[in-house]
């Protein structure tokens, strides 16, 4: 039998990496497919945290697929943050708490299911219920991992009713306190000592094209958001750099702190669209957004909109 890939996105966050796992073990269990998870990138810290707590291994990098080749995707759907060859490979799957990119295109049909909950392993709880599989200890901490990582543990505007009451759940069946196990997972992942600026803005950074303009969002979690800025020129330059190689037209890099849920925006290229999506004036490309905690609520929907007039 042919080998199915599955994987989240580019620059992978916690959602990405464990969902791909999670999905993995689902079909494996079903049987109707030969499948293996892999990753777009570089695992995070947070990441990290939560493999080496459970004691699983991350899964291997792909760098490409071929014309034809079964995927399934978690965690994303628009090919400008998928893998590289993605337009001519066969998509099966998607499991996805995001709207639906305007890159996205399938030739056959496929298995679509997305959910406006605050992340992908929440979907894949109920894909667990409805095939009536048991979960494990282990599959149930890395949902609830996800969990955390994508709501920032409840606080994010994403987070739903949902979420809370599947994180819950997940919580007794894995054995873990959700406030200091969540508290930890992202304290680990607030650790960016060892990034050059370059790897900083690459981090978590997601690319979008609407009405034919380009720009990419990145986003670090810090406990400490003057700690970040002290390297500022440095992360401008890196951004600048990025810039040139990738016609990219806006850029907007999130420092987001994670215990008082604020984020300050660094903002090069086109500034007054960021101006207008966020009502703020930029300074030394900079400005703070007081409660902006989300990518997915609070940023690309605003820029989308003055983009699109
Ligand atoms: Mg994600
Ligand atoms: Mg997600
Ligand atoms: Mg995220």
């Known amino acids: 039998m042919e080998e199915v890939y599955i994987f989240g996105h580019q620059n992978p966050d916690t959602d990405s990496i464990l969902s791909s796992l999670i999905l993995e073990g689902l079909e494996k269990t079903l049987g109707e497919y030969n499948v293996k998870a892999y990753r777009l990138g570089k695992i995070n810290k947070e990441t990290e945290y939560v493999l080496n707590y459970f004691g699983i291994k991350a899964p291997e990098l792909l760098e490409e697929v071929k014309e034809g080749q079964p995927v399934m995707l978690v965690d994303h759907n628009g090919f400008d943050q998928s893998v590289k060859g993605i337009e001519k490979a066969n998509i099966i799957r998607v499991v996805d708490h995001h709207n639906v990119a305007e890159s996205f295109k ?148 999130l420092i987001t702190d994670i215990i008082e849920n604020n984020s300050q925006v660094i903002v090069l290229g086109k500034q007054e669209i960021a101006e207008k999506a966020f009502n703020v004036k930029i300074e030394d490309n900079t400005a703070f957004l007081p409660g902006v905690v989300s990518r997915k609520k609070q940023v690309v929907p605003n820029i989308d909109k003055i983009i699109n007039g």
């Open 106 to 253: 399938t030739n056959g049909p496929l298995f679509y299911l997305a959910m406006p909950v605050g992340c992908t392993a929440t979907i894949l709880r109920e894909m667990f219920k409805v095939s009536g599989i048991k979960m494990d200890k282990i599959t149930a901490g890395l949902m609830l991992s996800c969990i955390i990582s994508d709501t920032l543990l409840f606080n994010s505007p994403t987070c739903t009713d949902k979420d809370r009451e599947v994180a819950a759940e997940l919580a007794e069946l894995a054995e873990v306190d959700i406030n200091k196990y969540g508290l930890d997972m992202l304290k680990a992942g607030t650790d960016l000592s060892s990034f050059l600026p370059e790897e900083l803005i690459n981090i978590d950074s997601k690319t979008y094209v609407t009405n034919g303009i380009k720009y990419q969002v990145a986003q670090v979690n810090t406990a400490s958001i003057p700690d970040v800025l002290k390297n500022k020129t440095e992360i401008e330059n890196a951004m600048k750099k990025f810039m040139e190689e990738n016609n990219t037209e806006l850029f907007v890099f």
